[in-house]
T-cell receptor, first 114, second 117 residues
Framework: GENVEQHPSTLSVQEGDSAVIKCTYS??????FPWYKQELGKGPQLIID?????GEKKDQRIAVTLNKTAKHFSLHITETQPEDSAVYFC?????????????FGQGTTLQVKP | GAVVSQHPSWVICKSGTSVKIECRSL??????MFWYRQFPKQSLMLMAT?????????EQGVEKDKFLINHASLTLSTLTVTSAHPEDSSFYIC?????????????FGPGTRLTVL
């Protein structure tokens, strides 16, 4: 079945530095790739997503890149701030025209040190 | 927009009792909702897919008679944990699919912390 691998499992950066989280998916039929931020005791919050017909998407300090050939996608956070500290999950889906199910990566705990 | 609520946010119950958790899409209609459980420091594990007006589809290894799902309207799905035991203690999260921001986008509720004594 579909599998999503996420690295690293933990990431510690200084405030102001950039953070990069990488994911690899196995099912070439996947066409939708969201990223979620989860704070302790809360539900995941969608922060950015990308579809397979796009190679890169940016929203202020957050960007996502997608390499369909290599089946890789990455989250880039620039100018990190302490409030960016959380667990980040990548996911892959074959879209709502299929089942709409998300396959999640294992998560990355990001710590931004002031 | 795209707000999903859950109730209750936390619940403590005795072993052997049943607990119902509600998931509502507040500002959009969701033909499909999903139920997940999450253990500490782990990823989200999909339990079942809930489609309005039809039976839920359960993931392999999830007991459908223990985790009853009802999706009676386009804005409400419920998960009932029947005859709860301590090993059912977990963080249960729902998500709703389909909003004006894209049919593929899942928006998650805030989660329900279940503790079974």
């Amino acid at each position: 079945g579909e599998n999503v691998e996420q690295h690293p499992s933990t990431l510690s950066v200084q405030e102001g530095d950039s953070a990069v989280i990488k994911c690899t998916y196995s099912d070439s039929a996947s066409n939708y790739f969201p990223w979620y931020k989860q704070e302790l005791g809360k539900g995941p919050q969608l922060i950015i997503d990308i579809r397979s017909n796009v190679g890169e998407k940016k929203d202020q300090r957050i960007a996502v890149t997608l390499n369909k050939t290599a089946k890789h996608f990455s989250l880039h956070i620039t100018e990190t701030q302490p409030e960016d500290s959380a667990v980040y999950f990548c996911a892959a889906s074959k879209g709502s025209s299929n089942t709409g199910k998300l396959i999640f990566g294992q998560g990355t705990t990001l710590q931004v040190k002031p | 927009g795209a707000v999903v609520s859950q109730h209750p946010s936390w619940v403590i119950c005795k072993s052997g009792t049943s607990v119902k958790i509600e998931c509502r899409s507040l500002d959009f209609q969701a033909t499909t909702m999903f139920w997940y459980r999450q253990f500490p420091k782990q990823s989200l594990m999909l339990m079942a897919t809930s489609n309005e007006g039809s039976k839920a589809t359960y993931e392999q290894g999830v007991e459908k008679d223990k985790f009853l799902i009802n999706h009676a309207s386009l804005t409400l799905s419920t998960l009932t944990v029947t005859s709860a035991h301590p090993e059912d203690s977990s963080f249960y999260i729902c998500s709703a699919l389909g909003s004006s921001q894209g049919p593929d986008t899942q928006y998650f509720g805030p989660g329900t912390r279940l503790t079974v004594l």
